[in-house]
């Protein structure tokens, strides 16, 4: 539990240093992830309107 603990700080501190040191790239980085996720909730949505229609 503890390492999980470690573990979590560890990435949260990179994530920030991330931020602070490349602010545009972590930009690029976050929306291509939000537009990953608007994707792929896109696309389940056409296959329940299909499955169901």
């Known amino acids: 539990m503890k390492s999980k603990k470690v573990l979590l700080y560890l990435v949260i501190a990179f994530a920030v240093f991330y931020l602070y040191s490349r602010p545009a790239e ?7 992830m939000f537009d990953g996720i608007s994707s792929g909730a896109g696309q389940l949505a056409l296959f329940f309107s299909k499955l169901f229609a």
């Open 26 to 32: 972590a930009a690029t980085a976050v929306k291509g």
